[in-house]
């Protein structure tokens, strides 16, 4: 009897080792401290972090509802042409709109503006979605091809600078733990909720007072409000000085003398097409 004791006593011993004790355990533990204690005492690379996954949760659930765009113009009486169009044309712009887009990033000095600035109102015209069939109801399909196209030219703009941004705020130490955190935060939470926005729409269908266009119209406001509640929190970000385009900073603190530069010169149709190959 006492041989058993004994024996269950080093295997709890042993189990208890290597769930506490061991130094992936004491990692864990030592995270989980650190995330609960309140933003105003962690350090500001801990508080972008958080507001980073606070972000992409959000950003998630605008995303699952963005996911339902083609149906939604197909139930306004969109044709053929307009869904290609919609799956077509925003791509379109982004290649024209990348290498304007990034050369204004790298050269102005309110990089940040111009970032939050086509963020808020890409954001803001997707939330516009939801009230279009009272706005144009004549034209509702018309208005809201015309509307998810046009938004994608501030979006280029955010999109071109928020990578930058990204990489003056991880650390590269912390890079590959923080992007893998956020793709499982966001693939996790828009599978959710676009299961839960489709059963919304099937059972809304079925209510009178939630029938077509309204059930779609809560949607969009509920996406509309992810995305702004996202917009937000990346506002909340704070990357390091001389970060989204500005490499005077990054020299200073290598000890590398900087140099005043010649005026930038406009661009060539040669350059260009040189670019784009």
């Given at each position: 009897?006492?041989?058993?004791?004994?024996?269950a006593a080093e295997?709890w011993?042993g189990?208890r080792y290597?769930?506490l004790?061991v130094p992936?355990a004491?990692s864990l533990?030592?995270?989980?401290a650190r995330s609960?204690?309140?933003l105003?005492?962690?350090?500001?690379?801990?508080r972008?972090i958080h507001?980073l996954y606070v972000?992409?949760?959000?950003?998630?659930?605008?995303s699952?509802v963005?996911?339902?765009?083609?149906?939604?113009a197909?139930?306004m009486?969109?044709?053929?042409?307009?869904?290609?169009?919609?799956?077509s044309?925003p791509?379109?712009?982004?290649?024209?709109l990348?290498?304007?887009?990034?050369?204004?990033?790298?050269?102005?000095s309110?990089?940040?503006?111009?970032m939050?600035?086509?963020?808020g109102?890409g954001?803001f015209?997707?939330l516009w979605?939801?009230f279009?069939?009272?706005?144009?109801p004549?034209?509702?399909?018309?208005?809201?091809?015309?509307?998810f196209?046009?938004?994608?030219i501030?979006?280029?703009i955010?999109?071109t600078?928020?990578s930058?941004?990204l990489?003056?705020?991880?650390?590269e130490r912390?890079?590959?733990r923080?992007f893998?955190n956020r793709s499982i935060?966001?693939s996790?939470?828009a599978a959710?909720?676009?299961f839960?926005?489709?059963?919304?729409?099937d059972a809304?269908?079925q209510?009178?007072?939630?029938?077509?266009?309204f059930n779609?119209?809560?949607?969009?406001?509920?996406?509309g409000?992810?995305a702004?509640?996202?917009a937000y929190?990346?506002s909340?970000?704070?990357?390091?000085?001389?970060a989204l385009?500005s490499?005077?900073?990054r020299k200073?603190?290598?000890?590398?003398?900087?140099e005043?530069?010649a005026?930038?010169?406009p661009?060539?149709?040669?350059?260009?097409?040189?670019?784009?190959?």
């Open positions: 009897m006492r041989m058993m004791q004994w024996a295997a011993a189990f290597r769930v004790e992936w004491r533990k030592s995270r989980v609960m204690r309140p105003a005492q962690r350090t500001e690379l801990e972008n507001y972000e992409v949760f959000w950003a998630a659930i605008f699952a963005f996911a339902f765009n083609a149906t939604y197909l139930r009486g969109a044709t053929n042409r307009m869904v290609g169009w919609l799956s044309l791509s379109l712009f982004a290649i024209f990348m290498v304007p887009a990034a050369r204004i990033m790298e050269s102005s309110k990089s940040r503006l111009w939050m600035l086509g963020l109102l954001r015209g997707f979605a939801a279009i069939p009272w706005l144009f004549n034209r509702a399909a018309q208005a809201l091809i015309y509307l196209i046009l938004r994608t501030p979006i280029t955010f999109n600078a928020f930058p941004m990489a003056d705020v991880i650390p912390d890079r590959a923080v893998a935060i966001s996790g939470v959710i909720a676009a839960l926005a489709g059963r919304w729409l809304g269908a209510w009178p007072w939630a029938a077509f266009p779609y119209q809560l949607l969009y406001i509920v996406g409000v992810a702004l509640t996202s929190y990346v909340r970000v704070r990357p390091p000085a001389g385009g490499k005077e900073e200073r603190e290598s000890g590398v003398t900087t005043v530069r005026p930038r010169q661009w060539t149709w040669a350059q260009l097409r040189e670019t784009a190959r």
